[in-house]
Every structure is written in structure tokens, then in C-alpha cells.
Nanobody
Framework: QVQLVESGGGLVQGGGSLRLSCAAS????????IGWFRRAPGKEREFVAH???????IYADSVKGRFTISRDNAKNTVYLQMNSLKPEDTAVYYC????????????????WGQGTQVTVSS
């Protein structure tokens, strides 16, 4: 079993930055990919980014060029650096893990964290 814990959320003004962390434990971290999803009030959970076991990042069009995903296998942690934040980025952000190739749908992920709130003011 894999346990995932997100941190780093908070309140930030539009145009600002935040870095989210996803700390993993329980299985060999380098064996699985990690995705970030978000759920805004009244909306479905949506894909944000994914990082493969080799460190390749894949992004949703809405965050491409503003967000950067990275991983530190020595620390069992994945990061999501979020720059140029907009009010529409406000959501609960979740990290999730899966073995195999990347996926853009929540159903493709086996392990989930509890989420961290990101609020961007205008």
C-alpha cells in the first residue's frame, strides 16, 4: 500500500506562486508515476499534471507554461511548482499514484492523498 500526503497549499494573490509537495511512503517510490488533480467547487476532478518514473512531465493545457512538476526519488517526494496563479486555479489539489503509463483520468490512479486547498484571490 502507498500513502500520499500533500502539503503546501494556501492563500495567494493572483500572479503569485505556490509549491505543493506530495510525500509518499509504503512502496518503492521510483516504481510508480505521480499525478496531480484538482477539484474546484461544483466541478469534477480534473487532471493537472503527471510525472513518469523517468521524470518526464505531462501537463494539462490550462497549466502548461505556468506549472512545473518534478520528483526527488531520494526524498520520496513530488513537487508541483505553480507560478502566475489565477483565480480559476482555486481548488483542492490531490496527488495520486499509479503504476504503468500515465493517465489523465482519476480512475486510472490507485493511491490518493487527502488533498490540500489552494485559493487564489483576484
Amino acid at each position: 500500500q502507498v500513502q500520499l500526503v500533500e502539503s503546501g497549499g494556501g492563500l495567494v494573490q493572483g500572479g503569485g506562486s505556490l509549491r505543493l509537495s506530495c510525500a509518499a511512503s509504503g512502496r518503492t517510490f521510483s516504481d510508480y508515476g505521480i499525478g496531480w488533480f484538482r477539484r474546484a467547487p461544483g466541478k469534477e476532478r480534473e487532471f493537472v499534471a503527471h510525472i513518469t518514473t523517468s521524470g518526464f512531465g505531462i501537463y494539462a493545457d490550462s497549466v502548461k507554461g505556468r506549472f512545473t512538476i518534478s520528483r526527488d526519488n531520494a526524498k520520496n517526494t513530488v513537487y508541483l511548482q505553480m507560478n502566475s496563479l489565477k483565480p480559476e486555479d482555486t481548488a483542492v489539489y490531490y496527488c495520486a499514484g499509479r503504476y504503468g503509463s500515465w493517465a489523465a483520468i482519476p480512475q486510472g490512479y490507485e493511491f490518493w492523498g487527502q488533498g490540500t486547498q489552494v485559493t487564489v484571490s483576484s
